[in-house]
């Protein structure tokens, strides 16, 4: 059923109560400005500017952001999967060791298969995906059929995947990459950009334009807002958060990969904190962690943020261990006007 | 009077020892309001979820259009032709007004892009800005996010939803409780013309003077039975809560 009923036009179309807004130019800026997304991107404005005005002639060059970008890129990838699943008002702690047990996976079959050949490479690939994919599968089905919340749920998994990849290898980083695979994804660039970097950029589009265009989007930010109702409305909601956590362990796959193709190694102990800093960057980035709420492009402001700050002080000669002391605190202070926005909405519920 | 559109007889159901409906039954035509009342664990709301597909019955049948049928799930009723304004309301805050009314049945462009899932979302904001203007809603802003209407604005665009996609027979729970005189009368004034479009609209109400003004009929439930039926002009409110709290027996009420 798709035709809208028509019924007998209202012979006083009177307002219902009044609101001094329009659909015009301002009411648009209005709602922009209100947004925590337009906040940190000034943020990160500021801290470009910030550092480009202390140290130009080492901070403002293609090298430096080149290789912040390159930086940052495997976490950009992971923050991604994170923005879908904390809109549904999830979680998924387990990123950072699906991200290992996809690269041990990889990095175990392209040695099996030996050789150099792009062979080798795409057969690893293909591992990679689908272990961080069965991960993402296990997430979301505990999730929804065993009503475990995400937290645990994630938590859970968080130290079944790295015991798993740290059983499979005895604690040792597995080593022997196909040569081809760091000479050109890993350190490689296509007209001045690096691989990584088009690979993030790449997620990230894509991952933009599913979420702000697509059905699949919208259900996403339904499920987050109001679960209930979009089961009411006929949403296959379990079926739906499956397919986010599944996204979530893909992209994380994605993720050891490049991770493999940039350092030549598993890099077993590297990750530990990767959930935490792309829940940071996720909500630096105005995503609500109550659900409903957040865009791709402001995870992309949220993870540029610690990147060029770390970056930054290290050029000025101040301790790189300040950024983490800045991050937390604007961290902190994103979660605090987002929950000062809640509790104003709150009260114009009781109008 | 026609053949009931919507009926259900001898409806019973437990939760655990509690026996919410008794056997109870309750029938609704086209183009009627008919109001649902009771006091209390009457099992006004049970039956009311059992008739659009959200709780399954124990016992008893249901008839659709004179042919017995089974709702099971809310998508059920919807392809029916039943919608329900439930009194939560259902509205994902979140979103703004237009992929509320449109949420489950999101338009999506033709072609290519429709296959991936590309939402036509200029079409969705035009169709909704039309219901609106149709069903005398006033939303100047409808870009803005459910959480900052008003109350009154939020009934309006679940009521507004239902109205668009019911064909046959629309439930609404308590849709003018948390609502202000002004915006209970637009909301009234609103129900009237969706029943004048030819729908079986079925209101639940505690507001005996609203359910007196708004229905054409009034059927009584009592620990989950249904204890009277009246013709709204036939009747008086008197009459009604006589009923609704056991002062008058069993089905003594003038069968209309």
């Known amino acids: ?89 999830g979680i998924d702690l387990s990123v950072g060791s699906v991200l290992v047990f996809s690269g041990v996976i990889a990095a175990k079959v392209m040695l099996a298969i030996g050789g150099e050949g792009w062979g080798a490479i795409g057969a690893g690939l293909v591992a990679g995906l689908v272990a961080g994919l069965a991960w993402g599968v296990v997430n979301g089905v505990l999730v929804t059929k065993a009503r475990v919340p995400p937290l645990i749920v994630t938590l859970g998994t968080l130290g079944m995947a790295l015991g798993s990849a740290l059983l499979i290898t005895g604690g040792i ?27 993030a950029a790449a997620v990230t589009a894509v991952g933009a334009v599913t979420l702000s265009m697509t059905r699949f989007g919208r259900y996403t930010y339904a499920i987050g807002s109001n679960a209930e109702a979009a089961r ?43 959930n935490l800093a792309a829940i940071a960057a996720v909500v630096l980035g105005g995503t609500s962690l109550f659900g409903g709420i957040g865009t791709v492009l402001g995870t992309l402001v949220g993870v540029f943020i610690p990147a060029i700050l770390q970056n930054g002080f290290v050029i000025l000669g101040v301790q790189p261990f300040w950024q983490q002391v800045a991050v937390g605190a604007v961290l902190i202070v994103a979660v605090y006007i987002d929950q000062l926005k809640r509790r104003a909405q709150e009260r114009g519920e009781r109008r | 009077m026609s053949e009931p559109l919507l ?104 072609g290519l892009l429709g296959r991936l899932g590309f939402l036509d979302k200029a079409a969705m904001r035009r169709r909704t800005n039309k219901a609106f203007a149709d069903l005398g809603v006033g939303l100047q802003d409808t870009g803005a ?54 729908i079986a609209v079925v209101l639940i109400s505690h507001n005996m003077p609203e359910v007196m003004e708004l229905a054409d009929r009034i059927e009584v439930l009592r620990l989950g039975v249904r204890v009277a039926r009246y013709q709204a002009a036939d009747t008086t409110m008197e009459q009604v809560i006589a009923a609704m709290t056991g002062a008058l027996g069993s089905e003594e009420g003038e069968v209309a």
């Not at chain 1, 760091?182 to 950009?193: A, R």
């Not at chain 1, 009411?232 to 599944?246: E, T």
């Not at chain 1, 362990?249 to 990750?271: D, E, K």
């Open chain 1, 1 to 89: 059923m798709s035709e809208t009923r028509e019924v007998p036009p209202a012979e006083v179309p009177d307002e219902v109560a009044p609101e001094p807004a329009g659909n015009g130019l301002r009411a648009v800026l209005r709602r922009r400005l209100t947004e925590t997304t337009t906040w940190t991107f000034l943020i990160l404005l500021g801290i470009v500017a910030g550092f480009a005005a202390l140290r130009f002639q080492q901070f403002a060059t293609v090298f430096n952001f080149r290789n912040i970008a390159a930086d940052a890129s495997g976490l950009l990838i992971i923050a991604v999967g994170m923005t879908f699943v904390i809109i549904t008002s």
């Open chain 1, 173 to 199: 980083d597995v080593r022997g990459v196909p040569l081809q695979l760091t000479t050109t994804i890993g350190i490689g660039q296509l007209g001045g950009v690096p691989y990584v970097v088009i690979i």
């Open chain 1, 232 to 274: 009411r409305a006929g949403i296959d909601v379990d079926r739906h958060l499956i397919k986010v956590y599944a996204l979530s362990g893909l992209l994380a796959g994605l993720a050891g990969m490049v991770s493999l193709a940039r350092f030549a190694t598993t890099t077993i102990g590297g990750h530990s904190t990767d």
């Open chain 2, 7 to 110: 009926e259900a007889n001898g409806i019973t159901k437990s939760f655990g020892g509690v026996r919410a409906l008794r056997g109870a039954d309750f029938a609704v035509h086209p183009g009627e309001v008919a109001a649902l009342v009771g006091d209390n664990g009457a099992g006004k709301s049970t039956l009311v979820k059992i008739l659009s597909g959200t709780l399954a019955p124990d016992g008893g049948e249901i008839r659709f259009e004179g042919r017995q049928v089974a709702i099971e799930h809310p998508v059920a009723a919807r392809e029916l032709g039943i919608e329900t304004v439930y009194q939560d309301l259902a509205l994902a805050p979140e979103l703004d007004p237009a992929a509320n009314l449109f949420l489950g049945r999101e338009l999506v462009r033709p």
């Open chain 2, 145 to 198: 996010m459910v959480a900052n209407l008003s109350g009154g604005q939020r009934q309006s665009v679940a009521v507004s939803r239902a109205a668009t996609w019911v064909s046959k027979v629309v439930f609404m729970d308590e849709p003018t409780a948390a609502l202000g005189v002004v915006q209970s009368a637009h909301v009234r004034d609103l129900i009237r013309r969706v029943r004048d479009s030819g």
